[in-house]
């Protein structure tokens, strides 16, 4: 199974500064196989986030092969970053998103 994990942040906001790091680190505590974490600047990547409007830095969006798991804001601490993505390593269930966030995970899996 391919699981894409990408958190979207902007090189100005200073929560994202620190977050990086944070991000990083979770993501290694993960299973490797399969695993596509991506951390994305908004802005340097623009033609890749489309057309979803990013309000709240940093927000997380998990996508497997077919669906979205979860895409949302999530508050910078890093075990709720941890907790978030143990949950939606088990749970397949698809997550309520938009054509915006679809549109980002398709384009996730044809980087991979």
């Known amino acids: 199974m391919t699981l894409h994990v990408a958190c979207l ?12 790091q944070v991000f990083e680190a979770a993501c290694a505590e993960l299973p490797q196989d399969g695993l596509h974490a991506r951390w994305i600047d908004i802005e340097d990547e623009a033609d890749l986030v489309g057309d979803l409007d990013i309000e709240t830095f940093p927000t ?3 996508a497997d092969e077919e669906k979205v798991r ?3 804001p ?12 143990r949950a ?10 938009g054509p915006e966030q679809l549109a980002l995970a ?4 044809a980087l991979a």
Do not use: K, M, S
Request: glycine share 2%; proline share 7%.
């Open 106 to 109: 398709a384009r996730l899996r």
């Open 60 to 62: 997380l969006l998990i």
């Open 9 to 20: 942040c902007a090189a100005w906001c200073r929560t994202c500064e620190n977050y990086r």
């Open 74 to 85: 999530l508050t910078p601490q890093p075990e709720t970053l941890r907790r978030v993505l």
């Open 70 to 72: 979860f895409a949302g």
């Open 88 to 97: 939606h390593l088990a749970d397949a269930t698809p997550a309520r998103v």
